[in-house]
């Protein structure tokens, strides 16, 4: 880690009054003690933010774009240092780690392109009579200041998914990052306020702040910012929706994400999909795969294939590379998760598998009853849950009788169940023979119902932080 002591907090790194342990999830140890900030930073941070609004909102396109594409360099060149650092705050797989410094790159080069793309359009207004002569035109404008909180999951891809698009869009952001996981954030505010500095730009365009709830509800209802971009639980992301009315709120929120087995798909490629979609980032991704709703036919089958699967999934330390499935973030979610399957049996649910160890290894539910977590509710563990129906009608029904919807995907060898499904399914992506956790950062990525609102994706986050004036000139005779 090579960054300030700190908080990075106007056009300095101040020293908040206290620290928290960052602790590496596998065998409880402190891997470094994360500067704890406080409301009155916050209060410091949102002055600083709005002091540079206009600073910021009219920094020329060649400069915004070389800022994004010098912090890019910049990260790839302590690529496998970034990798390892994730590995120790979220405990998460190495494998999965060097997914999240690949996607987070990619998000900070598309971010610096669509500068390039950010404009408006001419507006035939003399298509009323009262407009003849009349010229016409519209221009992207920032929203002015963002505040962006993230995840612990992916706690550097979460914070290039607010910082890079809402500096492509003019707007000064303070970032706020999970408590358990600050340190890799940290390190890529330090090195865009390096390269914000180098082109002459405010570092305060750039700032984070730690902290608790209070914190958080600091940033959030302040009147001064222009949006507020959320990725965490649907508990949370309300109760800041709630809280900062009228202020624009995008959220990304959580799902039970399904993955449907049509009785014409084909079974290896789906078994597969499970095993990789259920268990990847521990199953702490918000689209991996909880809920397998295969049609009856292929029950017995498909459940054979994962049972042979199964065991190959390799439990243990994270920073071994042949490793899969880890400990959890903490003690608390690992026993939450075992206490929903617990739930679950008691119920009338049984347990077609369970990896032994003392590590939450993967496990596999069958016919969990509805009306509980482990099916209705997003798991975030390494459990998913199996349930046949009849049909495909019944599967697609299925998917969408829950008040999330986020991604969904098909199993199937059939054009027509494809194109079914992807009318049908009340969700914000639609994945054919896929994982339904399959996600490009260009693409427009966000959920329907209780998984959020709004679009992350470069191009279209920076839309969501932008709004659009419109200029009426009436030339002089």
């Known amino acids: 880690m090579k960054f300030p002591a700190g908080l990075p907090i106007g056009e300095s790194w101040i020293e908040p009054a206290a620290t928290?342990?960052?602790?590496?999830?596998?065998?409880?140890?402190?891997?470094?003690?994360?500067?704890?900030?406080?409301?009155?930073?916050?209060?410091?941070?949102?002055?600083?933010?709005?002091?540079?609004?206009?600073?910021?909102?009219?920094?020329?396109?060649?400069?915004?774009?070389?800022?994004?594409?010098?912090?890019?360099?910049?990260?790839?060149?302590?690529r496998d240092a970034f990798v390892d650092l994730l590995v120790l705050e979220t405990g998460k797989p190495l494998v999965d780690c060097?997914?999240?410094?690949?996607?987070?790159?990619?998000?900070?080069?598309?971010?610096?392109?669509?500068?390039?793309?950010?404009?408006?359009?001419?507006?035939?207004?003399?298509?009323?009579?009262?407009?003849?002569?009349l010229q016409g035109f519209w221009v992207r404008k920032p929203i002015g200041v963002v505040v962006g909180i993230t995840g612990f999951n992916y706690p550097l891809l979460l914070a290039a998914h607010k910082i890079a698009p809402a500096f492509a869009a003019g707007c000064p952001i303070i970032v706020k990052p999970a408590p358990q996981t600050p340190l890799a954030t940290l390190w890529l505010v330090h090195l865009m306020r390096s390269a914000l500095a180098d082109a002459g730009a405010p570092e305060s365009a750039l700032q984070l702040v730690t902290g608790g709830p209070e914190v958080g509800a600091t940033l959030t209802t302040d009147a001064r910012i222009g949006a507020v971009s959320f990725t965490g639980s649907a508990a949370v992301g309300h109760r800041i929706a709630r809280d900062a009315a009228p202020t624009k709120v995008l959220l990304e929120l959580g799902s039970n994400s399904a993955l449907v087995v049509a009785d014409d798909a084909d079974l290896d490629a789906a078994a597969d999909a499970i095993i990789r979609g259920g268990y990847y980032a521990s199953g702490q991704a918000c689209i991996s795969v909880q809920r397998v709703i295969a049609v009856e036919s292929v029950r017995s089958e498909l459940l054979a294939r994962l049972?042979?699967?199964?065991?190959?999934?390799?439990?243990?330390?994270?920073?071994?590379?042949?490793?899969?499935?880890?400990?959890?973030?903490?003690p608390a979610s690992t026993e939450r998760v075992r206490a929903w399957v617990g739930d679950a049996v008691h119920a009338g649910a049984s347990i077609a598998y369970e990896a032994p160890g003392d590590v939450l290894g993967p496990i596999v539910l069958t016919d969990v009853p509805d009306g509980l977590p482990a099916w209705d509710e997003e798991i975030f563990g390494p459990v998913i849950a199996v349930r046949s129906v009849p049909d495909v009608d019944s599967a697609l029904a299925a998917v969408n009788a829950t008040r999330y919807g986020l991604h969904a995907s098909v199993f199937t060898?059939?054009?027509?169940?494809?194109?079914?499904?992807?009318?049908?399914?009340?969700?914000?992506?639609?994945?054919?023979?896929?994982?339904?956790?399959?996600?490009?950062?260009?693409?427009?990525?966000?959920?329907?119902?209780?998984?959020?609102?709004?679009?992350?994706?470069?191009?279209?986050?920076?839309?969501?932080?932008?709004?659009?004036?419109?200029?009426?000139i009436r030339p002089r005779p």
């Open 20 to 78: 928290i342990p960052v602790i590496f999830p596998y065998d409880g140890s402190t891997i470094a003690d994360a500067p704890e900030g406080d409301v009155e930073l916050a209060r410091s941070a949102l002055d600083h933010a709005a002091a540079v609004r206009e600073t910021v909102g009219r920094l020329p396109s060649h400069v915004r774009r070389k800022v994004l594409q010098s912090v890019h360099s910049a990260v790839l060149a302590e």
């Open 98 to 133: 060097r997914v999240e410094i690949d996607r987070t790159l990619l998000t900070l080069e598309t971010s610096a392109e669509e500068v390039a793309r950010l404009h408006g359009e001419t507006v035939p207004l003399d298509l009323l009579p009262s407009g003849e002569g």
């Open 307 to 330: 049972g042979a699967r199964l065991p190959t999934v390799v439990v243990g330390d994270p920073r071994d590379p042949a490793t899969r499935v880890s400990a959890l973030i903490n």
């Open 413 to 472: 060898s059939s054009l027509d169940t494809a194109f079914a499904a992807i009318d049908r399914l009340d969700v914000g992506g639609v994945v054919i023979n896929d994982v339904p956790g399959f996600r490009s950062d260009v693409m427009p990525y966000g959920g329907v119902k209780d998984s959020g609102t709004g679009r992350e994706g470069p191009r279209f986050a920076i839309e969501e932080l932008t709004t659009t004036r419109m200029a009426i």
